[in-house]
């Protein structure tokens, strides 16, 4: 797993600035990140806009639609409509809400009304119903420009309004120079109505889970079965009676694999990697209709697919749950950001390019996280580090900082795909921020429900949302949690 880069040095909360530097922020996309940063903006007094192409609401990837990219199942056509969602309609969260939540606005459940779900692992409705429910009680909303995608983000070469917003200058040697503005051109639905408009500073927001990866099969393209990415997937029905190939099986794989075997003839999921303790041989599910497998080696035009290890299948399906590809068409990179499918490179603690901080930022990129108190504390960050409040160090330390990172994953043979898995250092990234930020560190009842549920997921993944054994922890967190104000 990836270490948190070393940024150990890094100057805290600054008493030396008397006046605090209150900015113009763009914030695109009104998800959870952009919901977070722009309370937290708000907070350090800046003036903020959200850009959201959604033109009904918040929540970004919790506002389930029915709807698919029917006629691009695998999501590679550039011309095709995009649907940002990628929840499916039985979908239940795989963290229990009282970790899942925000630090300072309890996931709790709300009693008495119908529609909301009270279980300790609810539905993506009472997700999309938190975060609204956010929204409504920090008053973010009058601040969300609603149907407009941004098309471009640009930095603007010329004299600032802000001469002191600069933490510190560039290091003399670098040629590039530190953006004073930003321009971001939006449009509204069907590209009509392109507008821009110009901010101090950008918080990039847009999410990682809509646009699909694939795994690169030899012969696929022969291969005359339907094949379909689980961000198209809504429900079952589809594959009733049919022998169905998932390939990947993390969170999204195990769950849609069992709720397909619940109607299909047979499902066979295939892991590039299985936990020791998992025999290949044994069929899995209640039904007993799910068989394990190694990696599919070569698809054949007689529908055969042939796995490592030689065992083959003639599938009706093939149904891929192998992840987001990082994507931000609207970003000029100006040679300095690499926004790869894998990672978006190359970013100091994850969140600030070096040369273009802090005025360019990110939200939300590290994965196998509790993301919304992640997504709190980086933002958080940025809020203060926009207004002086906390200073980070020069650019120079951190590029430093970010080259020693890189180093350290390469030594290790840790491939580009990991640079933002932070699942073993989570809560050392969490709390390095609240530090920077002066704010408390994550309670210890988060971690440890954390890691009790994260191993009851693997081992228990039928039953793990109902059934558990860390009921006091459980308690002390729901009494925690009450206790605040809010
Ligand atoms: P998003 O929610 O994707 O929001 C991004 C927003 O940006 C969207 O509203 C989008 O419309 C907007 N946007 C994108 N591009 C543009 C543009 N060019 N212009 C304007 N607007 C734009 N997390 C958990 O904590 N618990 C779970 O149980 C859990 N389960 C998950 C299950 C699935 C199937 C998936 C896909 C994710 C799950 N997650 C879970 C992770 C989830 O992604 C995060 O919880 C969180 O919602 C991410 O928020 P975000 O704001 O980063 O991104």
């Not at 930095?155 to 120079?177: D, M, N, Q, W, Y």
Request: glycine content about 6%; proline content about 7%; charged content about 20%.
């Amino acid at each position: 797993a990836v270490a948190v880069g070393a940024a150990s040095q890094a100057p805290k909360i600054s008493s030396k600035l008397p006046q605090r530097r209150k900015l113009s922020v763009a914030v695109i996309g009104a998800g959870a990140g952009g919901l977070t940063a722009t309370r937290e903006l708000l907070k350090e007094g800046h003036q903020v806009v959200v850009f959201e192409q959604d033109s009904y609401g918040v929540g970004g990837v919790w506002r389930y639609l029915p709807q698919t990219e029917a006629e691009d199942p695998l999501g590679i056509s550039p011309d095709c409509t995009r649907i940002h969602s990628s929840m499916y309609l039985s979908l239940r969260t795989n963290l229990p809400r009282e970790i899942m939540g925000f630090l300072d606005f309890p996931f709790l459940p709300k009693y008495g009304d119908e529609c909301r779900d009270a279980r300790r692992y609810p539905d993506h409705a009472e997700v999309l119903a938190y975060l609204q429910d956010y929204a409504l009680h920090f008053n973010l909303l009058p601040y969300v420009r609603f149907g407009r995608r941004v098309t471009q983000v640009a930095p603007i070469h010329k004299p600032t309004v802000h001469p002191e917003s600069l933490a510190h200058p560039l290091p003399s040697k670098s040629e590039f120079r530190l953006p004073h503005q930003w321009s971001v051109t939006s449009e509204a639905e069907a590209g009509r109505m392109t507008m821009t408009d110009i901010f101090d500073a950008v918080v990039i927001c847009n999410g990682h889970y809509f646009q699909p990866k694939l795994p690169l099969i030899p012969g696929i393209e022969k291969w005359p079965g339907t094949q379909l990415h689980s961000h198209n997937y809504r429900v079952p029905q589809p594959f009733a009676d049919q022998i169905v190939v998932v390939i990947g099986n993390s969170s999204s794989g195990s769950d849609i694999s069992r709720e397909i075997a619940t109607v299909a003839k047979e499902v066979h999921l295939v892991g590039r990697t299985w936990d020791s303790g998992v025999d290949l041989k044994k069929p899995a599910g209640p039904s007993q209709n799910i068989f394990l497998h190694p990696m599919v080696k070569l698809a054949q035009a007689n529908g055969e697919l042939l796995f490592e290890g030689g065992d083959t299948v003639v599938a009706n399906a093939i149904l891929y749950c192998t992840g987001y590809a990082f994507s931000m068409p609207f970003l000029e990179t100006v040679g300095v950001i690499n926004v790869d499918s894998d990672f978006v490179g190359r970013l100091y603690q994850h969140i600030f390019p070096p040369q273009l901080a802090p005025t360019l930022s990110f939200v939300g990129l590290p994965f196998k996280v509790i993301p919304f108190p992640l997504m709190q504390l980086q933002s958080k960050w940025i809020a203060k580090a926009l207004s002086g409040k906390v200073l980070l160090p020069s650019t120079e330390q951190m590029s430093e900082d970010v080259e020693e990172f890189y180093k350290n994953l390469e030594a290790k043979g840790i491939p580009k795909s990991k640079v933002h898995d932070l699942g073993s250092c989570q809560f050392e990234y969490d709390n390095w921020l609240a530090d920077q930020c002066g704010c408390q560190a994550i309670e210890d009842w988060r971690i440890q429900i954390y890691i009790n549920s994260s191993k009851r997921k693997r081992a228990l993944p039928d039953s793990y949302r109902d059934e558990w054994t860390d009921q006091e922890l459980h308690e002390l967190a729901i009494a925690d949690l009450n206790q605040l104000q809010i």
